[in-house]
């Protein structure tokens, strides 16, 4: 099984959050997902999540507790999913690795298709952003 990490990184308002959308030429090629990453030996999931986040959007982050924890079998691999809350500490969002990135609204989740792994952390992020819940 293969430990990933995301995060959960909310706009000023806590009203919308961030997604971006894979390059075309890997895996799950221009589905949206969490920025994040694959969990490196000797490496804590949340170091990984601040090295992955300065890779991808040339950010630091500030990552907090755990938003869910999500098992997914692909049909190559198993990846086991840990989504932290997060905000970002320094640096202004630069796209380097992905496709696009874009800032929603939870009732804009189904305008986007997401990498199978996400689904599950979707329906969460939709109860909780209109049910009041946060961090």
Not at 64 to 93: K, N, Q, R, S
Request: hydrophobic fraction near 40%.
């Amino acid at each position: 099984m293969v430990e990933v990490v995301a995060a959960l990184i909310r706009d000023e308002n806590h009203e919308k959050f961030l997604i971006c959308q894979r390059p075309a030429h890997k895996s799950c090629g221009l589905l949206w997902e969490f920025v994040g990453g694959k969990v490196e030996p000797g490496e804590t999931k949340e170091a990984a999540l601040i090295r992955e986040c300065r890779e991808e959007l040339a950010v630091t982050l500030s990552v907090g507790e755990v938003f869910t924890e999500v098992v997914h079998e692909y049909p190559d691999i198993t990846v086991h999913l840990t989504l932290f809350h997060a905000a970002i500490a320094e640096g202004v969002l630069q796209i380097l690795e992905h496709n696009d990135i874009r800032w929603i609204a939870p009732g804009e989740i189904p305008q986007y298709p997401f990498c199978p792994a996400d689904e599950e952390i979707l329906e969460k992020i939709a109860r909780e952003f209109t049910g009041g819940g946060g961090r």
